[in-house]
Nanobody
Framework: QVQLVESGGGLVQAGGSLRLSCAAS????????MGWFRQAPGKEREFVAA????????FYPDSKKGRFTVSRDNAKNTVYLQMDSLKPEDTAVYFC???????????????????WGQGTQVIVSS
């Protein structure tokens, strides 16, 4: 069992930056691939970024490359999402998630993740 708690959300102006954190408790955090997703009102949950258990590999949808950076510190049981050049359309609740058995491009799909945090709200004003 893994418990995940996101933090770092808030209100920021367009063009600004935020760094989200996801603190994990429970067993074997370092053995899980981790993902970030977001969900805006009335929209489906959207893949934002993912990182392998070791941190050696990271994955982004083409629309997020260059603005978002995922990283992890296994010693601190924490995964991060650095978001730069934020736009109003980035407004959403951001979730982190843990995947015990990643395969292929499973990191893109919310259904492949085993544990989820409660989310943190990000609002980008224009």
């Amino acid at each position: 069992q893994v418990q995940l708690v996101e933090s770092g959300g808030g209100l920021v102006q367009a063009g600004g930056s935020l760094r989200l954190s996801c603190a994990a408790s429970g067993r074997a955090f370092s053995s899980y691939a981790m993902g970030w997703f977001r969900q805006a009102p009335g929209k489906e949950r959207e893949f934002v970024a993912a990182i392998s258990w070791s941190g050696d590999s990271s994955f982004y949808p083409d629309s997020k490359k260059g603005r978002f950076t995922v990283s992890r510190d296994n010693a601190k049981n924490t995964v991060y999402l650095q978001m730069d050049s934020l736009k109003p359309e980035d407004t959403a609740v951001y979730f982190c998630a843990a995947d015990r058995n990643p395969w292929g491009d499973s990191y893109r799909y919310p259904s492949e993740y085993d544990y989820w945090g409660q989310g943190t709200q990000v609002i980008v004003s224009s």
